[in-house]
């Protein structure tokens, strides 16, 4: 949906520094970019009602709404400790014909099934 003529008008009218500070505060790249590339931007960000995306809300908080769930919150990944180590002196031997071995030549593996 394009905009009416007379918002297109006024779009046109306005300065590069102005196009380019209505779209940074959506979100939107404008490096590199025209003056008619930025005006078509403005128009496609007015067409989708796009909000101007509020500066302090911290990283921490996005973090944690993106990881809630109908059935509450899961715990951050960066947070949860393990007993996990990166020593592997303790390992066994194995080459990697043991692992093809383990992970690829099991029972009901074979190369058409593990085509993608």
Same mark, same amino acid.
């Given at each position: 949906?394009?905009?009416?003529?007379?918002?297109?008008?006024?779009?046109?009218? %306005?300065?590069?520094?102005?196009?380019?500070?209505?779209?940074?505060?959506?979100?939107?790249?404008?490096?590199?970019?025209?003056?008619?590339?930025?005006?078509?931007?403005?128009?496609?960000?007015?067409?989708?009602?796009?909000?101007?995306?509020?500066?302090?809300?911290?990283?921490?908080?996005?973090?944690?709404?993106?990881?809630?769930?109908?059935?509450?919150?899961?715990?951050?990944?960066?947070?949860?400790?393990?007993? %996990?180590?990166?020593?592997?002196?303790?390992?066994?031997?194995?080459?990697?014909?043991?692992?093809?071995?383990?992970?690829?030549?099991?029972?009901?593996?074979?190369?058409?099934?593990?085509?993608?």
């Amino acid at each position: 949906m394009a905009l009416i003529g007379g918002a297109k008008n006024e779009v046109q009218k %306005w300065k590069v520094p102005e196009l380019k500070s209505y779209l940074q505060s959506r979100g939107i790249t404008v490096s590199q970019k025209r003056k008619e590339e930025l005006v078509e931007l403005v128009e496609k960000a007015r067409d989708l009602s796009l909000e101007p995306i509020d500066d302090e809300e911290k990283p921490e908080d996005v973090i944690v709404n993106k990881l809630q769930t109908k059935e509450g919150s899961l715990p951050c990944p960066s947070m949860l400790h393990s007993d %996990w180590t990166s020593d592997f002196s303790d390992f066994p031997n194995f080459t990697y014909g043991d692992m093809y071995a383990y992970l690829i030549d099991k029972e009901g593996y074979d190369y058409e099934s593990l085509k993608a």
